[in-house]
C-alpha cells in the first residue's frame, strides 16, 4: 500500500533559519504530492502541491520538489517567521482507484524570536 | 469564503453517551471525508463518501461508529456508546473527484472530550 514517512518533530529553529522537513513515500502508480499546515486550533489547509516529477510546488516562501528517483519531496523555507510555528503534513493521492490521500505523520515547527 | 462547516466545535460527554458530528462540506464538493487526529495515531481515517455514497469506512470501528450523508449538504458522525478512548478532534475534509490532483478542505475540527 501507499505511505508517507515524515521526519520526527518537533523541530525548533531560530526566526530567519532556514528550514527543511524531510518526506518520503512509497506509491505503487504516479501520485501527486502534497504539503499541508495546520496552525493551532484550526483544520489542515494545503500550503502546496505537485502532480507530476520534477515539478515544484511553491507558496508563501515554502518549496518542495517532486522528487520520482528519491521518491521525495522534502519541505524548504529559507528564513522562518515565527508565524511559520505550525504542524505540517505530507500526503499522496494516487493517480488511480479511489484517490484517497495518504498523510504522513506530521512534523511541529516551533520558530523562536 | 467557501468553507467546511463543522458542529459542535467542543463536546465534553460521559461514557456510554451518543455524540452526533455534523459536517457542512462546500457546496459542489462531492466528495466527504472524515478524520480523527489523535497525538498517538495521528491523522486517521474513518469514512470516505463520494456522491453522498459511503466508499470506504474500513478504519472505522463498526461496533460503535457510524457516518452518514443525508444529503449533499449533511454528513454526519456519529459514536454510540461513546468511549474514553474516543477522546480525540474530529476532523471533516470536502474535496471535488476530479482525480488525484485535487486538494482537500478541511474543517476546524469537532474537539471530543469522553470523561
Known amino acids: 500500500g501507499n505511505s508517507v514517512t515524515q521526519m520526527e518533530g518537533p523541530v525548533t529553529l531560530s526566526e530567519e533559519a532556514f528550514l527543511t522537513i524531510n518526506c518520503t513515500y512509497t506509491?505503487?502508480?504516479?501520485?501527486?504530492l502534497f504539503w499541508y499546515v495546520q496552525y493551532p486550533g484550526e483544520g489542515l489547509q494545503l500550503l502546496l502541491k505537485?502532480?507530476?516529477?520534477?515539478d515544484k510546488g511553491s507558496n508563501k516562501g515554502f518549496e518542495a520538489t517532486y522528487r520520482k528517483e528519491t521518491t521525495s519531496f522534502h519541505l524548504e523555507k529559507g528564513s522562518v517567521q515565527v508565524s511559520d510555528s505550525a504542524v505540517y503534513f505530507c500526503?499522496?493521492?494516487?493517480?488511480?482507484?479511489?484517490?484517497?490521500?495518504?498523510f504522513g505523520r506530521g512534523t511541529s515547527l516551533i520558530v523562536h524570536p | 469564503d467557501a468553507r467546511v462547516t463543522q458542529t459542535p466545535r467542543h463536546k465534553v460527554t460521559e461514557m456510554g453517551q451518543e455524540v452526533t458530528m455534523r459536517c457542512q462540506p462546500i457546496?459542489?464538493?462531492?466528495?466527504v471525508f472524515w478524520y480523527r487526529q489523535t497525538m498517538m495515531q495521528g491523522l486517521e481515517l474513518l469514512a470516505y463518501?463520494?456522491?453522498?455514497?459511503?466508499?470506504?469506512d474500513s478504519g472505522m470501528p463498526k461496533d460503535r461508529f457510524s457516518a452518514e450523508m443525508p444529503d449533499a449538504t449533511l454528513a454526519t458522525l456519529k459514536i454510540q456508546p461513546s468511549e474514553p478512548r474516543d477522546s480525540a478532534v474530529y476532523f471533516c475534509?470536502?474535496?471535488?473527484?476530479?482525480?488525484?490532483?485535487?486538494?482537500?478542505?478541511f474543517g476546524e475540527g469537532s474537539r471530543l472530550t469522553v470523561l
Open positions: 506509491a505503487t502508480g504516479y501520485p501527486s
Open positions: 475534509a470536502s474535496g471535488t473527484s476530479g482525480g488525484p490532483t485535487g486538494e482537500l478542505f
Open positions: 505537485a502532480t507530476k516529477a520534477d
Open positions: 463518501f463520494r456522491n453522498r455514497a459511503p466508499l470506504d
Open positions: 457546496l459542489g464538493h462531492n466528495t
Open positions: 500526503a499522496l493521492r494516487e493517480s488511480g482507484g479511489s484517490y484517497i490521500p495518504t
